[in-house]
């Protein structure tokens, strides 16, 4: 049985290679965390040592690290959560769906380690978490960047999507975890994938390889909701999108795994007329992967330097 060796901090100079950035030698960031509620901490990548500009929420079943290149790319002062559940935080008291719950647990983080961070920016479930956000702390978010996601759920866009996460709970070997993951991921690069899965998946005792995320499924809350209720609750965040008061990004990716339609970006426009919004090509729902440097040009353009 081979054991595949692991250092999160060692892939920056590939991250910056597939991108095409210029590297000099390894950036600054530490993982730190934060009790944030008796006996629960949440885990997080913090970039440079000065005092935060930006912080990001990642998706649903990813990590703190899908944000590697981007920020390289930005190349400023930032933080990089991971959600309850997901990557090195501590998960099971609530559903990772709960948008609100988890809100709070970031709420909690962010007066720790990025209390005057300039914009907030999340994907997928880590943008729902940002308007959630909005709604439990607006005065911890001055700027909403949200990448592909609206609280409209399209089932059919989503699909793909779903059927990854809800796949096998385990993988016999790395071989078979990297097949499955380049069969739904068409648009990203094989090494870029590699490194994704390291990242997000633990090696066993016995060789196999589960998902981080996937650790927490039985500990999770008893009943899980059921998807008309997810959508629902989703829905409901239409409100604190209509009552915003600070700016508004939404990166959309132009690519058939994009989870946002044109029904959607209508509405969100509807509700916060002075919305900016942005439409990349060559990117699918995961347009931190997808097109990392155009992201982090968008983002540095909606959030000046300080």
């Given at each position: 049985?081979?054991?595949?060796?692991?250092?999160?901090?060692?892939?920056?100079?590939?991250?910056?290679?597939?991108?095409?950035?210029?590297?000099?030698?390894?950036?600054?960031?530490?993982?730190?965390?934060?009790?944030?509620?008796?006996?629960?901490?949440?885990?997080?990548?913090?970039?440079?040592?000065?005092?935060?500009?930006?912080?990001?929420?990642?998706?649903?079943?990813?990590?703190?690290?899908?944000?590697?290149?981007?920020?390289?790319?930005?190349?400023?002062?930032?933080?990089?959560?991971?959600?309850?559940?997901?990557?090195?935080?501590?998960?099971?008291?609530?559903?990772m769906l709960a948008v609100e719950d988890n809100a709070r647990d970031?709420?909690?983080?962010?007066?720790?380690?990025?209390?005057?961070?300039?914009?907030?920016?999340?994907?997928?479930?880590?943008?729902?978490?940002?308007?959630?956000?909005?709604?439990?702390?607006?005065?911890?978010?001055?700027?909403?960047?949200?990448?592909?996601?609206?609280?409209?759920?399209?089932?059919?866009?989503?699909?793909?999507?779903?059927?990854?996460?809800?796949?096998?709970?385990?993988?016999?070997?790395?071989?078979?975890?990297?097949?499955?993951?380049?069969?739904?991921?068409?648009?990203?690069?094989?090494?870029?994938?590699?490194?994704?899965?390291?990242?997000?998946?633990?090696?066993?005792?016995?060789?196999?390889?589960?998902?981080?995320?996937?650790?927490?499924?039985?500990?999770?809350?008893?009943?899980?909701?059921?998807?008309?209720?997810?959508?629902?609750?989703?829905?409901?965040?239409?409100?604190?999108?209509?009552?915003?008061?600070?700016?508004?990004?939404?990166?959309?990716?132009?690519?058939?795994?994009?989870?946002?339609?044109?029904?959607?970006?209508?509405?969100?426009?509807?509700?916060?007329?002075?919305?900016?919004?942005?439409?990349?090509?060559?990117?699918?729902?995961?347009?931190?992967?997808?097109?990392?440097?155009?992201?982090?040009?968008?983002?540095?353009?909606?959030?000046?330097?300080?």
């Amino acid at each position: 049985m081979e054991r595949v060796p692991y250092d999160e901090f060692a892939y920056f100079a590939d991250n910056a290679a597939e991108a095409g950035l210029p590297y000099s030698g390894p950036p600054t960031v530490e993982r730190t965390s934060v009790e944030v509620r008796p006996g629960f901490r949440l885990s997080a990548l913090v970039w440079s040592t000065r005092r935060p500009e930006l912080l990001f929420l990642h998706g649903g079943s990813q990590n703190a690290h899908t944000w590697d290149t981007v920020a390289l790319a930005l190349d400023r002062p930032l933080v990089a959560i991971d959600l309850p559940g997901h990557g090195h935080s501590d998960g099971g008291d609530h559903s990772m769906l709960a948008v609100e719950d988890n809100a709070r647990d970031v709420a909690a983080a962010v007066r720790v380690l990025a209390p005057d961070a300039d914009a907030v920016v999340g994907m997928s479930l880590g943008g729902l978490t940002t308007l959630a956000l909005a709604g439990v702390a607006p005065e911890l978010v001055r700027r909403v960047g949200l990448v592909d996601v609206l609280p409209a759920i399209v089932p059919d866009k989503a699909k793909m999507i779903s059927d990854f996460v809800n796949g096998p709970p385990s993988f016999p070997d790395f071989d078979a975890i990297l097949a499955r993951t380049i069969q739904y991921n068409p648009t990203r690069s094989e090494s870029s994938l590699r490194r994704g899965i390291l990242h997000n998946a633990v090696q066993l005792e016995d060789g196999s390889w589960v998902w981080r995320h996937a650790r927490h499924r039985e500990a999770e809350a008893p009943t899980a909701p059921e998807p008309a209720d997810v959508a629902q609750r989703f829905e409901r965040l239409w409100s604190v999108v209509s009552g915003l008061t600070v700016p508004l990004m939404l990166v959309r990716g132009m690519e058939a795994q994009s989870v946002i339609d044109d029904d959607g970006e209508a509405e969100l426009l509807r509700r916060q007329p002075t919305a900016r919004v942005e439409h990349v090509a060559g990117a699918g729902h995961s347009v931190q992967g997808d097109q990392p440097v155009e992201l982090a040009r968008l983002i540095a353009d909606f959030v000046p330097p300080r």
